[in-house]
């Protein structure tokens, strides 16, 4: 990223970001502690609620280590100094910038929601969804008759409306119309996040957006017979209006969902299905838009420049990597050896092979998986199909210590001498769960290391002697 010369005021700005505000619209869970909140992540260890969150400040518990939001994009999401204060910035709303933070015990009132004063025309509106956004004239005033979209008298946004099941207006959020200088979409106060706009029909399908304008561009895009279905917008990728929506509707039971095709989108599917699932909905599907959004799809239907769908980084390495793990017969009298030898040498690649190959000889075997190759191939696909980016959080130094937790749980299982078959098991899950933090780690060193150094000692082994035979 180009440098930018970001003033003090920016800086501060970004650094006095509501972290719980912004990163609930990022799709993060979030759980209330007293006047603090609990961020709820996953990584290959399993779920953590070790770091608290008030206001822009953070503190992690576990690593004792805090500070305000810029320093936890950069702890958290791995992002430089850089682009952590234009995410932020690009979050953030310029006139409150001024605003002092409030007290304790003024957080913890219930703010009054209250819907921004209507405009007595939605001349703007209409222009900026119909002239910017390609959105179908019938499929905007569908929702202005419905009055859950409408043009604020003050600054002519596009305000968009969640009503719950008695049609009384929940939520709203605000979009700005302009068409130059910055946009920015914003949540009124006191908004219900179990509300969204949305539109509900009488079929068993309920197709899941990130915003407004990706609905209603699908809504463009797909006409035919659409409001026979159901359909939502997050406002992010958080879930509580999701899962109002199918509470209060019994007739739905099939998710589409509809988010982004980007590295947070790809990431909100594998989250969000995992909640669904969790609350008793299974049927569950993806369907992506073949460029970054559903707008972006519909500008490049009209002719215009739209954006590409933008890949996983995470994802893809990962199974890249997977991919190139190459089958070793398990001398199991030198398992212990090789996989402490690996991890000591940071040979990440080698301590994914002997961990998964370990596995393979530890498991089960079927009439199907019969031998130690084919169950191995069987664990390789596991691991593609299981690896979800959105536990793959965390810093380098956290996965680091993940692994050495993993390694040092594996070699205290190996000294065993006999073992029951529950017990080989066992072995079989702690040696593959160590393959994919191994795999993990690999990762974050690939994406984080420079590119010119990327394909620098890709072959190396500095090994005295081969601990295992290619097969």
Known sequence: MPYIPFTDEQKQLANSVDLAEYLRVRGEKLERAGIEHKLIYYDSSGKHDSITIRGSKWFDHKNQTGGGAIKFMQEFYGMDFQTAVQELLGRSIP??????????????????????????????????????????????????????????KEHHNAVFVGVDENGVPRQASKRSTNSYGNSFRITCQGSDTRYSFAHFGESKRLYVFEAPIDMMSFLTLYPKDWQKHSCIAMNGVYENAVLAALKNHSNLSEVILCVDNDEGGIEAVDRLRDILNENGYSNVKRLAPPYKD??????????????????????????????????????????????????????????????????????????????????????????????????????????????????????????????????????????????????????????????????????????????????
């Open 95 to 152: 006139p409150l910038s001024n605003i002092p933070p409030k007290s304790d015990k003024q957080e913890q009132k219930t703010r009054e929601f209250k819907l921004p004063e209507p405009n007595s025309d939605m001349h703007r509106v209409y222009a900026y969804l119909i002239k910017q956004r390609y959105i179908a004239p019938d499929i905007i005033t569908h929702f202005a008759k419905q009055h859950t979209l409408y043009e604020d």
């Open 294 to 471: 559903w707008n972006e799809v519909l500008k490049a239907k009209n002719g215009a420049p739209a954006l590409p769908a933008v890949p996983n980084k995470h994802k893809e390495e990962y199974h890249r990597q997977v991919g190139n793990l190459q089958y070793l017969k398990c001398r199991p009298d030198k398992l212990t050896s090789q996989i402490y030898a690996a991890f000591k040498n940071e040979q990440y690649k080698y301590l994914a092979e002997y961990a998964l190959a370990g596995s393979a000889f530890f498991m089960p075997k079927t009439e199907q998986i019969n031998s130690e190759c084919k169950a191995f191939v069987w664990l390789q696909n596991k691991l593609k199909g299981s690896y979800k980016p959105y536990t793959d959080k965390g810093r380098k130094a956290q996965k680091q210590r993940n692994l050495q937790d993993c390694v040092q749980e594996v070699l205290h299982d190996l000294k065993q001498t006999a073992r029951t078959c529950e017990q080989s098991v066992n072995t079989a899950k702690l040696l593959y769960r160590l393959a994919d933090s191994s795999v993990r780690m690999s990762v974050e060193e690939t994406l984080s290391a420079p590119i010119q150094e990327q394909t620098e000692d890709m072959d190396i082994v500095s090994e005295s002697e081969p601990c295992m035979e290619f097969s």
